[in-house]
């Protein structure tokens, strides 16, 4: 049998091949509340409103000082590694009484909940907290409480509106909002949501504004987003870099996870001492399970170039690749040709990536 190897050239070629990628193009995203609530002023902390349909902000007339918390946990329609254009945040005002105000919203740094309590009517006393709800005094009812009564959140509001008549309002983006959102992206742990304020000296400032429980499934707070993707050849590439077996001299793989599925190519040497290059066919591996084996078709071939990266048709079959990671630097390679009779087994390590990918495991 006579075996023909690719060229060094024609996997370089391979390489830039795939290395090229034009440039990430803006996005926008909406993200409903995955949950919010009211703060009602009080001593003891037992009013809340966690299902109710409205969230009220500001100071009453009688009952002091009203605070909402909204939160948008379910960030995964943005792709790790984004980089945050734009945030905006839409509300509907839906009942105003009161002075105009300047609503300010602020980066919550404690986690709260959002529980089962529904108030009556008009929702402005709210009702008794459920368990797991946040309150005035709880971030959870009744087991876990705010480090300061009213809520903790940072210093400096991310951003500001003046709100006045009944209507849908957009707080438009900001440096805070955009670094928020860009820390929970990259810190999911850290997403705790915001709170929102209005003016609290003694003029009566108390707006309603619709919850994400609220009938009107429209009418609930509305995060918009802007973003830009990390480039295609950068996403989910914790895996993509070269590969080597610290036992073996010379011998190695290369890992692309390219956008539309993995490649792998191999070079070494046959017992015989041959130079041996070898690439997969594309496999839809999308994010590998750890301890779990794949197996991948090798081929060899006569040199030559491909492109974007599917193998030309000229490239024969040589064997398998079974290869099973168990973290995403080190896993076991098993190379197999059952015609030359052929076994490499490599615990290998990943020792290049691609250059600012981090490496997580989960």
């Known amino acids: 049998m ?7 050239k024609a996997c370089v070629l391979f390489i830039l091949a795939l290395s090229s990628a ?14 919010d609530n009211t703060l009602y002023e009080s001593e ?84 008794t907290a ?15 409480t705010w480090l300061s009564p009213g809520g903790d959140f940072m210093e400096g509001a991310s951003g500001e509106l003046a709100v006045d008549s009944v209507g849908n309002y957009t707080i438009e983006s900001t440096e805070g909002l955009i670094n928020d959102v860009q820390e929970w992206l990259d810190d999911p742990e850290a997403n705790f949501g ?7 000296d003694g003029t009566t400032t108390a707006k309603r504004f619709n919850s994400r429980e609220n009938p009107d499934s429209s009418a609930g707070p509305l995060l918009e987003v802007t973003y830009t993707p990390p480039p295609e050849d950068e996403k989910n590439n914790n895996w993509s870099g070269a590969w080597f077996d610290p036992s073996l001299n010379g011998e190695g793989y290369q890992i692309f996870d390219t956008p539309v599925g ?19 066919r594309v496999a839809d591996i999308g994010d590998p399970e750890l301890d779990k084996s794949y197996s991948l078709q090798m081929l060899v071939g006569t040199p030559g170039t491909f492109n974007n990266p599917s193998p030309p048709e000229q490239l024969v079959d040589w064997g398998t690749l079974e290869i099973n990671f168990t973290d995403c630097n080190n896993g076991l390679f098993v190379l197999e040709s059952p015609t030359l009779s052929l076994l490499k087994i490599s615990s290998v390590s990943k020792i290049v990536g691609v250059d600012g990918a981090g490496c997580v495991n989960e």
């Open 2 to 8: 006579t075996t023909h190897y690719l060229s060094k």
């Open 262 to 280: 993995w490649v792998i190519y191999f070079f070494g040497y046959t017992p015989d001492e041959e130079q041996l290059w070898l690439v997969s």
């Open 22 to 35: 034009g440039p990430a193009i803006a996005e926008m995203t909406l993200i409903e509340a995955s949950r």
């Open 194 to 200: 915001w709170v929102l304020t209005a003016v609290e």
């Open 44 to 127: 003891q902390g037992l009013l809340s409103n966690g299902s109710g349909d409205y969230l009220f902000v500001g100071r009453t007339r009688s009952n002091g000082v009203r605070r909402a918390v909204i939160a948008f946990d379910d960030l995964s329609s943005i792709p790790p590694g984004s980089i945050i254009d734009s945030v905006r945040l839409n509300l509907q005002l839906s009942k105003e009484t009161s002075s105009p105000t300047t609503l300010s919203v602020w980066r919550l740094v404690s986690d709260w909940g959002e529980g089962a309590s529904d108030a009556d009517g008009e929702e402005g006393g709210g009702t």
């Open 130 to 144: 459920a368990e797991g709800d946040a309150t005035w005094v709880y971030t959870f009812f009744d087991s876990q």
